[in-house]
């Protein structure tokens, strides 16, 4: 009896190995980069610091103060000028002053290298002040 190879079969059982091997690889790699941008992001601290500083135009307004979607302040302003100083606590900031009577937003992009920055209200619109 002549024993005969059955190269078929053979073939389909070496591509099912490789499929799983390729399949294992991938797995680890994918809970490996997951673990690994976890703990990076963990540890992360920044010691910059953002001086808010409300200077004219502010007394007897309700409004609120947010850094991306943390609320910072939300009352009437009674003294001028008001100072707020907020250590950075993300990759990017953004501030955002809300006048709480007529909901108008004022949108304003803050430096990765933290900062000091002034504010002067003139009417319904607020205007950043040229940093010193």
Do not use: C, W
Not at 58 to 80: P, Y
Not at 105 to 120: I, Q, T, V, W
């Amino acid at each position: 009896m002549a024993h005969r190879l059955n190269t078929n079969k053979q073939f389909m059982v070496g591509n099912g190995i490789l499929a799983f091997a390729v399949i294992f690889v991938v797995v680890i790699f994918v809970y490996m980069s997951m673990r690994l941008q976890q703990q990076k992001s963990d540890h992360r601290n920044f010691i910059e610091t953002y001086t808010i500083t409300l200077t004219k135009g502010f007394a007897g307004d309700s409004t609120s103060i947010f850094i991306n979607d943390s609320l910072l302040v939300n009352r009437t302003m009674m003294e001028e000028p008001f100072i707020l100083e907020v250590k950075r606590f993300a990759e990017q900031s953004a501030l955002m002053i809300v006048n709480n009577a007529t909901e108008k937003l004022s949108l304003f992009e803050l430096s990765e290298k933290g900062g000091e920055y002034r504010f002067e209200k003139e009417g319904e619109e607020v205007k950043q002040l040229a940093q010193e």
